[in-house]
């Protein structure tokens, strides 16, 4: 069973940076897909980014040039480095993860993943 557990939100400033790490544990770690969606208030759960191990990189259209996922495999972590924040990014972010390799627009379905965090708050203030 893999476990999932995000670090790094906090409140911002628009035009500033955060970096949220997922750590992930129990098997197969580095077999995985890990990939980042968020949900703002009153609004569904959205794809941000997803990495899978054999390379792939996908990342939604609203957040492409601003954020950069990236996997750690010294700490075993999947990263989201956010910069030029805005007040727009405002959500809980969720880390996520599942057992086989994505490619493009199919990363990006929540029903895909199987293991989720316990989500992280991001707030950018104007």
């Known amino acids: 069973q893999v476990q999932l557990v995000e670090s790094g939100g906090g409140l911002v400033q628009a035009g500033g940076s955060l970096k949220l790490s997922c750590a992930a544990s129990?098997?197969?770690?580095?077999?995985?897909?890990m990939a980042w969606f968020r949900q703002a208030p009153g609004k569904e759960r959205e794809f941000v980014a997803a990495?899978?191990?054999?390379?792939?990189?996908y990342y939604a259209d609203s957040v492409k040039g601003r954020f950069t996922i990236s996997r750690d495999d010294a700490k075993n972590t999947a990263d989201l480095q956010m910069n030029n924040l805005k007040p727009g990014d405002t959500a809980v972010y969720y880390c996520?993860?599942?057992?086989?390799?994505?490619?493009?627009?199919?990363?990006?379905?929540?029903?895909?993943?199987?293991?989720w965090g316990q989500g992280t708050q991001v707030t950018v203030s104007s």
């Open positions: 996520a993860g599942r057992d086989y390799y994505c490619s493009g627009y199919g990363c990006s379905f929540s029903n895909e993943y199987k293991y």
């Open positions: 129990g098997r197969g770690y580095s077999a995985y897909t």
């Open positions: 990495l899978s191990w054999n390379g792939n990189i």
